[in-house]
């Protein structure tokens, strides 16, 4: 029989990943059992710890075994590690080396959410791809340097190495370990028992883009504080990098390095995450908002919305204003 493991890391952790995580798969086991009368994998949940407390004792899991009872196992698992994460490497070096190790003699590894910081702390990631929760990319991005961190990606799938966007998309993922690791049949019929939009591969109509500010360069910093104040004028780069005393190719490479955007794209993201608020919380039209975020052609806004939320104007309108079908 194969195996999988899922972790339960000791610190503050995310009880619903490891939860949401386990029953879904249980359920992919049991269909498959029905199926074809044997059991597929073992699936067992393994930490460091007898007993691991979640929201202030309020609940508590008891893994199966400890990490180092399993010699084997296929899949790994890493939950959601919420916000401390410096704590959470600290708390678990023993965890991060056996992940290592696994992978080495052929286990396959998948994190959810956060939990790839204590997947990028083993060195598996290094020269990856990987997503995370859109809101801790700035983070991340100041932790692994190293590392091809993708935001809009909901899930990545690379050298036997899955990551996974935020929150509740972790459900997402699993069902795609459901369609790798047992079949398509078994991962529709997950997903339509506990109702998760099977073959979702992006989080960006989701993300609200605040700026990557992390960083020591002051000149780029109020150039970006620029961008976001005047977003309705349409603003020359070579202007603005005049503006501030340094040449175009210069500011270029320093606006990249410090906020992983080009100028160009910078702009077009502070107008867009405008735009997507306009589209929430009014009653404008995709006219009205595209005029009002410093766009004149229509065509040029829905493409640019399009590539960077994944929808376009009007779609994310419809979807994310309760009132649209009114206006």
């Avoid at 932790?143 to 509740?168: K, M, S, V, W």
């Amino acid at each position: 029989m194969k195996h999988i493991t899922i972790l339960v890391p000791n610190g503050r952790n995310n009880l619903s990943s490891i939860v949401g995580t386990y029953k879904i798969l249980a359920r992919a086991n049991s269909y498959w059992k029905e199926k074809r009368k044997e059991e597929l994998y073992k699936i067992q949940l393994a930490g460091l710890s007898k007993t691991v407390d979640f929201h202030e004792g309020l609940f508590t899991v008891n893994p199966h075994a400890h990490i180092n009872s399993i010699r084997k196992t296929n899949l790994i698992i890493i939950p959601s590690l919420n916000h401390n994460y410096a704590l959470a490497v600290s708390e678990n070096g023993p965890i991060i080396k056996w992940i290592h190790n696994q992978y080495k003699a052929g286990a396959e590894v998948a994190s959810i959410c956060t939990g790839a910081f204590l997947l990028a702390s083993s060195g598996l990631l290094s020269g990856k791809t990987c997503s995370t929760h859109w809101s801790f990319a700035d983070s991340f991005r100041v932790l692994f340097p190293d590392i091809d961190l993708q935001t809009d990606r909901l899930i990545t799938d690379e050298h036997g190495i899955y990551t996974n966007g935020g929150a509740f998309s972790f459900l997402n993922l699993v069902i795609y370990l459901v369609e790798k690791y047992f079949d398509r049949e078994t991962a529709i019929f997950c997903a339509k028992v506990f109702q998760i939009e099977i073959d979702r591969q992006s989080q960006s109509p989701f993300i609200i883009f605040t700026g990557q500010k992390k960083h020591g360069d002051e000149i780029i910093r109020k150039a970006q504080d620029y961008l976001e104040k005047n977003l309705h004028e349409k603003i020359s780069m070579e202007k603005l990098s005049s503006r501030f005393a340094v040449g175009r190719r210069n500011f270029d490479r320093r606006f990249i390095k410090a906020t992983g955007n080009t100028p160009v794209e910078y702009a077009q993201r502070v107008r867009i995450e405008a735009a997507k608020k306009a589209f929430e919380a009014t009653g404008k039209n995709v006219n009205e908002v595209m005029f009002d975020v410093g766009y004149t052609d229509v065509k040029a806004f829905r493409e640019v919305f399009r590539k960077i939320t994944g929808m376009s104007p009007l779609e994310y309108r419809n979807k994310f204003n309760k009132d649209a079908d009114r206006y």
